[in-house]
C-alpha cells in the first residue's frame, strides 16, 4: 500500500500517472461499483462520490456530446468510453488529476468540490474529454481546441452565449485575435466554433485536420513551421479573419439577443469584478461586489471576491460581515469552507471562543470525504497558525487563475502540454493541513 502511494505521489507531482498506475488506483478504490450508463458512455463511481456529483446526468451529457462526434467527426479519435470518479487522497493535496487513457478516462471527484454545482463539473469534464478525441494538432489553435470542445459541450445551453454577448457590448475589451488567441472567455472562442460549422458545415474541421497535418509532415520538428489561424482560415473559407470576424459579430448578435437583459447584465459584471480582482484593485473589487450582490441574485463567485479582497485589504471586519451574511446561501461544501474562514477571521479579530466554534462547525458539515473536517481539526488545535495560513491561502479558482499569469479563459481542467493522449490537470490548491 505504501508503495504505490509514493509512486501515486511522484506521479501527482511530475504531472503522469502511467497506465498501471491508473489501473491500479481504479480497482483499488472502485472496486464492485455499479456503472450509470447512458449509450455507450459509462460512469463508476463509488457512493460517496455519488453524494456530491449528479453521475447519472454526467453520463448524459457526456453520451450527448459524443454522439455529436460520432456522427459529424467519426474520423477522429473517438472519446473514451468509462469515466471514471475517483475519491480524493487526503493524504496527498495541490494538484489533482484527469487523465484520459484508450480504456477510459481517470477523474479525481473532489472537483466537484470546488465546483458551484454538479452541473458544473459536468461541463468541465465533458469539455476535456472532447478535446481528447480532437486531433493533437488542434492543440496549437485555440478556437480548435478549446473553442471547438467548448461548443460541442454546451450545444443547447441557454447561457451559451453570456459572455460573447459582454464582448459585443463592449468592443474595445476584446479583439477577435484576442478571443481566438485564448485572451477572452473561453465561450467567445466556442461561439466563433459555432459560426464556422454553421456557415461552412463540420467538414470545415476535418479540412483544418489535414492541413496541418501536412505542414507536420514536411516540418516535424519546427513548431514554428506549424500554419498560422489566419493562413488556416483563408485557405479553408476562402476569407480573410477580418472578414471572418465582422461575420462572427453578426452571426452572434442574434444569438445574444434571445438572452434575458438582466443574464447579460450580470454575465458582464461578473467578469468586471474579476478583472478588478487580477488587476490587484480591491477596493473597485469590493465597490463592484456590493453592486452586484444588491442588483442580482447571490452568485457564489462574487461573495468569494469579495471577502477575498476585504482579506486583501486586512479588512476582516468586513469580510466576516460579508460572509457571515451570505453563509447559509453558499454550496454545502462551500459553507464548510467559509466557517473555517470565519473562524480564521475571529481569531484574527481577537475571539478564539468564536473562531472554535465555527471550525466545530466546518467539522459537522464537512463533506462526504471529510476534507474539510480533517482540516477543521487542525484549525482547532493550533488557531493562531491556521488564521495567518487561511486568509492568504489559493485556494479560489480565481487565485488559480493568477498563478497562470493572469488568463482567465483557462478553464479549471485544462493542458500543460500536448501528448499523443492528452494529460489534464485540475488545479484548486488544496493545501497541506499538517
Given at each position: 500500500?505504501?508503495?504505490?502511494?509514493?509512486?501515486?505521489?511522484?506521479?501527482?507531482?511530475?504531472?503522469?500517472?502511467?497506465?498501471?498506475?491508473?489501473?491500479?488506483?481504479?480497482?483499488?478504490?472502485?472496486?464492485?461499483?455499479?456503472?450509470?450508463?447512458?449509450?455507450?458512455?459509462?460512469?463508476?463511481?463509488?457512493?460517496?462520490?455519488?453524494?456530491?456529483?449528479?453521475?447519472?446526468?454526467?453520463?448524459?451529457?457526456?453520451?450527448?456530446?459524443?454522439?455529436?462526434?460520432?456522427?459529424?467527426?467519426?474520423?477522429?479519435?473517438?472519446?473514451?468510453?468509462?469515466?471514471?470518479?475517483?475519491?480524493?487522497?487526503?493524504?496527498?493535496?495541490?494538484?489533482?488529476?484527469?487523465?484520459?487513457?484508450?480504456?477510459?478516462?481517470?477523474?479525481?471527484?473532489?472537483?466537484?468540490?470546488?465546483?458551484?454545482?454538479?452541473?458544473?463539473?459536468?461541463?468541465?469534464?465533458?469539455?476535456?474529454?472532447?478535446?481528447?478525441?480532437?486531433?493533437?494538432?488542434?492543440?496549437?489553435?485555440?478556437f480548435m481546441d478549446t473553442g471547438l470542445a467548448e461548443y460541442l459541450t454546451r450545444i443547447g445551453d441557454d447561457t451559451f452565449y453570456a459572455d460573447v454577448a459582454m464582448v459585443l457590448d463592449n468592443q474595445p475589451m476584446y479583439s477577435l485575435d484576442d478571443i481566438l488567441a485564448g485572451y477572452?472567455?473561453?465561450?467567445?472562442?466556442?461561439?466563433?466554433?459555432?459560426?464556422?460549422?454553421?456557415?461552412?458545415?463540420?467538414?470545415?474541421?476535418?479540412?483544418?485536420?489535414?492541413?496541418?497535418s501536412r505542414f507536420a509532415k514536411k516540418v516535424p520538428f519546427l513548431l514554428a513551421c506549424i500554419p498560422s489561424r489566419q493562413w488556416l482560415l483563408k485557405r479553408t473559407t476562402g476569407l480573410s479573419e477580418t472578414v471572418l470576424g465582422v461575420q462572427w459579430m453578426d452571426f452572434a448578435e442574434p444569438h445574444c439577443r434571445l438572452l434575458a437583459p438582466e443574464l447579460r447584465r450580470a454575465s458582464a459584471e461578473r467578469h468586471l469584478i474579476r478583472l478588478l480582482y487580477e488587476e490587484d484593485d480591491f477596493k473597485e473589487c469590493v465597490q463592484a461586489c456590493t453592486r452586484y450582490l444588491s442588483a442580482h441574485d447571490m452568485a457564489v463567485s462574487v461573495v468569494l471576491y469579495a471577502v477575498s479582497s476585504y482579506m486583501r485589504l486586512g479588512d476582516y471586519r468586513s469580510a466576516l460581515e460579508v460572509l457571515s451574511v451570505y453563509l447559509n446561501e453558499l454550496p454545502p461544501w462551500h459553507r464548510a469552507r467559509a466557517h473555517l474562514w470565519l473562524g480564521a477571521l475571529w481569531e484574527l479579530l481577537g475571539d478564539r471562543s468564536s473562531a472554535l466554534r465555527h471550525f466545530e462547525l466546518a467539522r459537522g458539515l464537512s463533506d462526504p470525504w471529510n476534507i474539510m473536517g480533517t482540516q477543521a481539526?487542525?484549525?482547532?488545535?493550533?488557531?493562531?497558525?491556521?488564521?495567518?495560513?487561511?486568509?492568504?491561502?489559493?485556494?479560489?479558482?480565481?487565485?488559480?487563475?493568477?498563478?497562470?499569469?493572469?488568463?482567465d479563459t483557462a478553464p479549471v481542467l485544462y493542458l500543460p502540454a500536448r501528448h499523443s493522449r492528452p494529460i489534464f490537470t485540475v488545479h484548486y490548491a488544496l493545501l497541506e493541513t499538517g
Open positions: 500500500m505504501t508503495h504505490h502511494r509514493l509512486r501515486f505521489g511522484f506521479a501527482r507531482h511530475s504531472g503522469r500517472l502511467s497506465a498501471r498506475q491508473a489501473r491500479w488506483l481504479v480497482t483499488r478504490y472502485l472496486s464492485g461499483v455499479e456503472p450509470h450508463q447512458a449509450d455507450a458512455v459509462r460512469v463508476y463511481a463509488d457512493e460517496t462520490t455519488r453524494q456530491v456529483a449528479d453521475v447519472q446526468h454526467l453520463a448524459e451529457s457526456a453520451a450527448a456530446v459524443f454522439r455529436h462526434i460520432s456522427k459529424h467527426l467519426r474520423d477522429f479519435a473517438p472519446p473514451p468510453s468509462h469515466i471514471y470518479l475517483l475519491p480524493p487522497d487526503r493524504k496527498l493535496t495541490g494538484k489533482h488529476f484527469v487523465q484520459v487513457f484508450r480504456w477510459g478516462a481517470v477523474v479525481d471527484g473532489s472537483a466537484c468540490l470546488y465546483c458551484d454545482t454538479p452541473r458544473q463539473l459536468n461541463t468541465l469534464v465533458c469539455r476535456e474529454l472532447v478535446r481528447a478525441s480532437l486531433p493533437a494538432s488542434f492543440g496549437w489553435h485555440f477572452a472567455p473561453v465561450a467567445s472562442a466556442g461561439s466563433f466554433a459555432h459560426f464556422l460549422t454553421e456557415r461552412f458545415g463540420w467538414e470545415v474541421w476535418r479540412h483544418f485536420a489535414e492541413d496541418i481539526e487542525h484549525c482547532s488545535a493550533d488557531p493562531s497558525a491556521a488564521a495567518k495560513r487561511l486568509v492568504t491561502e489559493q485556494w479560489l479558482p480565481f487565485e488559480q487563475w493568477r498563478k497562470r499569469g493572469h488568463n
